[in-house]
């Protein structure tokens, strides 16, 4: 997340860098890392104690940090994490991957306050072959390249969490086991997982017909290559507020000309426009669908989302459009992969 880089903080700064962290940020910590990894905190207690051993202002943080701080690991529950503050009489932990790098901090404010679960689904499409991003996907399916720390659908998977989705269907296809190996069953995140394999691609939105039992809400659908941080309570509360059959997160698109456009009548010339930009929204690559449509896809037929959704327009139910403008990035192809890598830590870390 970005609000890590605002209270992380190196041994080398000093205590007055580390006082300014814990005035100004909720947490009221300082994270001391090291090649992105946790290797001790500073809490207003600390500082406390170096005062009292007249410790200068400009003393060092490897001189005050504690370099062995209680943490929590992805995939423990709130519950668990409230407990530890309780037991150990602190007020914010970080979460730590198995890396150990910070990929959250949790106060004991937000733990010990009710966070609404959503009871919908999500359907992560992660079976493509990746064939734009070879040789990277030659031997690893996509969605376990790392992007930053951590796999590319794991970050997904940690967003949803985020906004307190519980029960995830991931999609399967090219090495397909390298995948369930990583994820398994979800226990490891706090979450039920589930898969639907394809034994042959049934398009983007076929595999949604293999899901066996039949839905009660609304599922939100998405292409398992995506880095975004939509609002994905808030695209879920649109979408059911609409009375929509479906709804799909658009993004704007602009285009410019690098040419003089002329207008013309036969052969006169009406007008001429210098580089004109035009502007659309093209599909994000992000949907909700209504229980009733998934429930009614026959099982094992191949189709794709858009002609799928053009049909439930043409059989004139209601498909919303939501705006993004939140950031948003396909990673398709290699120079967008090598962006994600650029662009990660500032947005999701």
Known sequence: ??????????????????????????????????????????????????LLDHLSLEAELSQVMCDKPIIANVGDSV???????????????????????????????????????????????????GTRLRPLTKSCPKPLLKVGPRPLLESIILS?????????????????????????????????IKYVEENTPLGTAGALSLIEEELNTPIIVMNGDLLTKVDFKALLEFHESTGSEATMCVREYSMQVPYGVIEMDGSRMISIHEKPEHHYFVNAGIYVLSDTLVNSLTPGTKVDMPDLLAGQVDGGNLVSTFPLHEYWLDIGRVGDFERAQQEFFEYFN
């Open 79 to 129: 519950e668990r994490m409230a407990m530890i503050m309780r037991q150990h009489k602190i007020q914010a932990l970080p979460i730590v991957d198995e890396a150990q790098i910070v990929v959250g901090v949790e106060t004991y404010m937000q733990a010990t306050q009710a966070r609404p679960k959503q009871k919908s689904p999500v359907f992560l499409m992660a079976g493509g072959f």
């Open 1 to 50: 997340m970005k609000e890590l880089s605002q209270i992380t903080l190196t041994k080398k700064n000093n205590i007055v860098d580390a006082i300014k962290v814990i005035n100004e940020h909720a947490a009221k910590l300082a994270l001391i890392c090291e090649d992105k990894k946790l290797i001790g905190v500073v809490t207003d207690g600390d500082i406390r104690r170096a």
């Open 160 to 192: 949803f969490i985020e906004h307190g989705f519980e029960e995830f269907y991931i999609s399967l296809h090219y090495l397909a086991e390298q995948v369930r190996e990583h994820f398994g069953n979800g226990e490891k995140w706090g979450v039920k």
